[in-house]
């Protein structure tokens, strides 16, 4: 039994969605999120400015004395979880194993397609991770627009459907079963890319699968907090007003009071 | 005569094309580029957070010696250049005050229109030097998608057209004669504007005016250089690979040996 919170970062809103889905699998964990609003978007960066960024959060998130860490965005996923996991000593948990895995459970055939960031695209990490479980036929593209077009709240209309039927060519006629959803905003794009690739592809979406995972290893590690508050905290980089905006429509509820600003400037750190 | 060199920021590789202007009407002028692509873009963040950026860029280019500021970025000149012109005694231009002359030169029905990112057209600092400059019919829209289309090239296609042409509605029909390209990647897609609004419309890209009135800034104040070595270094705060390589289409030159990574830890500093 362990009462420390669960820290989980992100490069903005959207790993909101995560948090969301760790709330209802462990209602009773206290919960501390960490949104780098001011510095978002990651995937478009470097590899080496995402994985200072990402260390940056984690030690943030070691100063409220988290038990665990969640990296709830798949660029920092994908470039930095190696580099937490030999820095820091507590569990680290990436939202792009846990998709694998998903995908491992739900694709039939063994082709299977991943769109992220250009970042995560780049890194080569979920064509490393699907290849070592096993995957022979992988098709990867990066889909730059699709942040800003979740962002922008243009995510059903005639430019989506011609965006996602630009990026998604290489996916349709049966070339894949399922296609991981590798950035936290795709979901808010499911029902174009569902239109678009029709009922034989599934879509994953590692929010759930993440969740799962954690609950998991916190009862492995006896890190599990069975009776807590299920507290929540919510911290921001960047102005708190949009974040307050914009996450409770992730959310669907109020972060009224629970919302703060981040200083990460004492956190810099050279890796 | 002062052999100092002039800085020029801007959140990330669009400044480069006020850098080129500068370099055409002053090329004794050394230059130093900082662009801050490490946290680019500067469009979607909160005023405060743009204002704490601006001044860790100008305090970054003040440990270089730099005679002048000049502020390349839209957003930044939006929000930062009164508080960096009460901060620091030199001469600090902004772009937007330049694109505003520009248009009371260019507009014959003093109908003018201005696009920009979210923080640009939120600042309310175009419409404000407009209407101080005799402009009383303004209309103005942010374009949240420009940039990430200009970014990923896709600035003369079908979702190129169809974006612009949401997004001009509001500036077509005579509704202005003219429209100011208020962020420096908008000249990018500046094909697909001029042929949704047509001939009717000119379309004003302050980089050029910017330049003219730094040239006249330094005769007036006797900061000019006229017999220096036009030397200049392009400063990037993400790796510069990419900077090398998008930032050479910018200039239609070679880079190379001209270009560092900024750190910009130590110029953080309280607003």
Redesign the interface.
Known sequence: MDERPIGIFDSGIGGLTVLHEIGVLLPRENLIYLGD????PYG??????VVRYSVENTRFLLSKDVKAVVIACNTASATAVDFLRSEYDLPVLGVIEAGVEEARRRSRTGKIGVIGTSATIQSGKYEALLRKSGFTQIISAAC??F???A??G?TDN??AE??AR?YLEPFGNGAVDALILGCTHYPLLENVIGRILGDGVSLINSAKAIAAKLKERLAATGLQNESGAGERLYFF???V??ARTVGGRFLGENLENRIRLADL?EF?HPI
Chains 1, 2 share one sequence.
């Not at 609003?37 to 978002?40: F, G, K």
């Not at 478009?44 to 400015?49: F, L, R």
């Open positions: 609003t001011a510095r978002v478009t960066k470097s590899i080496e400015t730059p627009l942040v800003p077009l962002e922008e243009w005639k430019v011609d965006v630009t980089t960047d102005s007003e949009r400037s810099a």
